[in-house]
Nanobody
Framework: QVQLVESGGGLVQTGESLRLSCAAT????????VQWFRQSPGKEREFVAS????????YYTDSVKGRFTISKDRAEKIVYLQMNNLKPEDTAAYYC?????????????WGRGTQVTVSS
């Protein structure tokens, strides 16, 4: 069974950058898509970005396109989320998960996430 651990969050100012990491243990298959979601207090969890384990096809929600980049290191089994030009509305707990489609159907239990706070 795959397990994921998120890290890399922190407190930054508007316009700054952070890189989140999602480290996997266990086996990832070519059918898997590693996904990043985020959740702010009082809001539902929302999709942010994802990348197919089999190739480099990636997917983004509109609000982060051009600012966030998802990538992976297959050998280390780490998926990164590079977040540039951060905005206060990006403040949230960020979670990674695995699904078989880019935007939903995550099938792992949600982990602790990593908190991103962007001050204005």
């Amino acid at each position: 069974q795959v397990q994921l651990v998120e890290s890399g969050g922190g407190l930054v100012q508007t316009g700054e950058s952070l890189r989140l990491s999602c480290a996997a243990t266990g086996r990832l298959y070519s059918s898997h898509v590693v996904q990043w979601f985020r959740q702010s207090p009082g809001k539902e969890r929302e999709f942010v970005a994802s990348i197919r384990w089999s190739d480099n096809r990636s997917y983004y929600t509109d609000s982060v396109k051009g600012r966030f980049t998802i990538s992976k290191d297959r050998a280390e089994k780490i998926v990164y989320l590079q977040m540039n030009n951060l905005k206060p509305e990006d403040t949230a707990a960020y979670y990674c998960n695995v699904g078989t489609n880019p935007y939903s159907d995550s099938f792992l239990r949600w982990g602790r996430g990593t908190q991103v706070t962007v001050s204005s």
